[in-house]
C-alpha cells in the first residue's frame, strides 16, 4: 500500500493565492504606489470588509466607468466626506447585528484637507471604521497642486519655486498627532517600502474595537518628478532619513517605532525627485532649504527616537528583507 503523503495546513495556506480587493486591469500610472498600497491594505483586511472611497487618484484609476478594479464592496463618497460615509455604513451594520469591517479611503487632500471635519467627527463618535490615508502628498488627480501633506520646499503647481519663495513654504502637517490628539485607540503610520510593516498594521487596526487610523506613504512619479520604478526606493529613503518616521500610537501616546539602523542624508531622498531639484542650484537660499530639511528629519529621529541601537531584523533595514527560505514577520 502506498505511503500516505501528508501536507501541513500551513503548507497549503502558502501555497493558495493572495486574497487582494483590489484587482490588475486598472489605469494607474506605471510605478503608482498608491496602487501598490490599496492592494496591500486589501491583502491585509481579506474580503470581508466594505469600502468608502473618497475623491481622487485611487477612486478614478480604479473604476473607469462601465469597469471596476475592486473585488469588496466600494462605494463612491465625495472629496470631503468619505468618514461620514463609512460611518453611516457601520451604523447601518451594527444595526443589522454584523461584524463587518468598514473602510475608508482617502488621499492626503481628502484627509489632511478636504476630509479632515468628517474624520474628526468619525473618531469623536466613536464609529468602529478603520481610516486609511494614502498619501502622495498633493493633489495629483487635479493638476499636482500643494496640499496641507505637501513637504516644506517641494515644488507643485501651486507652489513654484521663483523670486519669492523656495517651493513650498509651510511644513507638512503632523495629520497622527492631530488623529492622536481625540484619544482614539489606534493611529500609525507606513509605507509601501515596508510591506509586512503595512500588513501588521491595517492587521492591528482591524483586531481593535472603534475608530483606527492607518496613514501609508505611497510616492506618486508623475506628481514627485522620479522614474516609475524608483517608487520604492524613494519610499524607503523617506522612512531612513526621518523625514517619514513609521510610529504606532494609541490613546495619543507612542507605543512604537521602526528604528533607523543608519541615517540617510536627506539630500538622498530629495535627489531623485524632481519637485526638489531646485534645491540643488547654486543658490544661498537652496542651501538654507536643505539644511531646513535635514533639521527637520533630525528632529523627527530625536522626538520619536528612531536612532536604532545596532542592526535588528526589524529596523529600518533589515525589515521586509527576503531571508533564505522566503520568510517575512507579516
Known amino acids: 500500500m502506498a505511503e500516505e503523503h501528508r501536507v501541513s495546513i500551513e503548507s497549503l495556506r502558502r501555497r493558495q493565492p493572495r486574497f487582494t480587493g483590489l484587482g490588475p486591469g486598472h489605469r494607474a500610472c506605471q510605478g503608482c504606489g498608491q496602487a501598490l498600497a490599496a492592494r496591500l491594505v486589501t491583502e491585509a483586511t481579506g474580503p470581508d470588509v466594505a469600502v468608502a472611497n473618497a475623491t481622487g487618484c485611487l477612486e478614478v484609476f480604479t473604476t473607469a466607468w462601465p469597469e471596476s478594479a475592486w473585488r469588496v464592496p466600494w462605494l463612491h463618497s465625495l472629496f470631503e466626506n468619505a468618514a461620514a460615509v463609512a460611518s453611516g455604513v457601520e451604523a447601518a451594520w451594527r444595526m443589522q447585528g454584523r461584524d463587518s469591517k468598514v473602510l475608508a479611503f482617502a488621499g492626503d487632500g481628502g484627509t489632511f484637507d478636504i476630509g ?46 521663483g523670486r519669492e519663495r523656495m517651493g513650498k513654504r509651510h511644513l507638512k502637517k503632523d495629520i497622527l498627532g492631530i488623529v492622536a490628539a481625540h484619544n482614539m485607540p489606534y493611529a500609525a503610520t507606513t509605507s509601501v517600502a515596508y510591506p509586512s510593516d503595512l500588513r501588521k498594521k491595517i492587521r492591528r487596526a482591524l483586531a481593535v474595537e472603534g475608530p483606527t487610523f492607518v496613514h501609508v506613504y505611497a510616492p506618486c512619479p508623475l506628481g514627485w518628478g522620479h522614474e516609475g520604478e524608483l517608487s520604492i526606493e524613494v519610499a524607503r529613503l523617506a522612512v531612513q532619513c526621518g523625514l517619514f518616521p513609521l510610529v504606532e500610537m494609541e490613546r495619543g501616546q507612542v507605543t512604537g517605532v521602526m528604528p533607523i539602523r543608519e541615517q540617510r542624508p536627506v539630500t538622498e531622498f530629495l535627489k531623485p525627485q524632481g519637485r526638489f531639484r531646485h534645491l540643488f542650484a547654486d543658490d544661498a537660499r537652496a542651501r538654507e532649504e536643505l539644511e531646513h530639511l535635514q533639521a527637520l528629519a533630525d528632529y523627527n529621529i530625536e522626538r520619536y527616537g528612531l536612532a536604532g541601537e545596532g542592526p535588528e531584523s526589524r ?10 527560505g522566503g520568510a517575512r514577520w507579516a
Not at 315 to 324: I, K, Y
Open 315 to 324: 529596523d529600518s533595514e533589515g525589515a521586509d528583507t527576503v531571508h533564505r
Open 116 to 161: 479632515l471635519q468628517a474624520l474628526s467627527g468619525m473618531v469623536e463618535r466613536a464609529h468602529n471604521v478603520l481610516f486609511v490615508c494614502f498619501d502622495n502628498e498633493a493633489y495629483m488627480n487635479t493638476g499636482i497642486q500643494r496640499s496641507s501633506s505637501t513637504p516644506h520646499a517641494a515644488m507643485t503647481t501651486t507652489s513654484p519655486p
